[in-house]
């Protein structure tokens, strides 16, 4: 569930990256919260890509 959601946020950062300088700040929050969820799947020892 949590890397299913990182996944799209991560999609949605790019996207915004890409193609939308208007919200910068608010796509790379996207990231920020993406890359944290990763994380935290990762240290709890669960299958970060599953």
């Known amino acids: ?6 996944v ?3 999609i ?5 990256f ?8 608010f796509i ?4 920020v919260i993406a890359i944290v969820m990763f994380l ?3 240290i709890r020892g669960e299958n970060p890509l599953k």
Not at 18 to 25: N, Q, R, T
């Open 1 to 6: 569930m949590l890397t299913t959601i990182a």
């Open 8 to 10: 799209i946020l991560i």
């Open 12 to 16: 949605l950062w790019l996207i915004g």
């Open 18 to 25: 890409l193609g939308f300088h208007i919200l910068g700040s």
């Open 28 to 31: 790379h929050v996207l990231l």
């Open 40 to 42: 935290i799947r990762v």
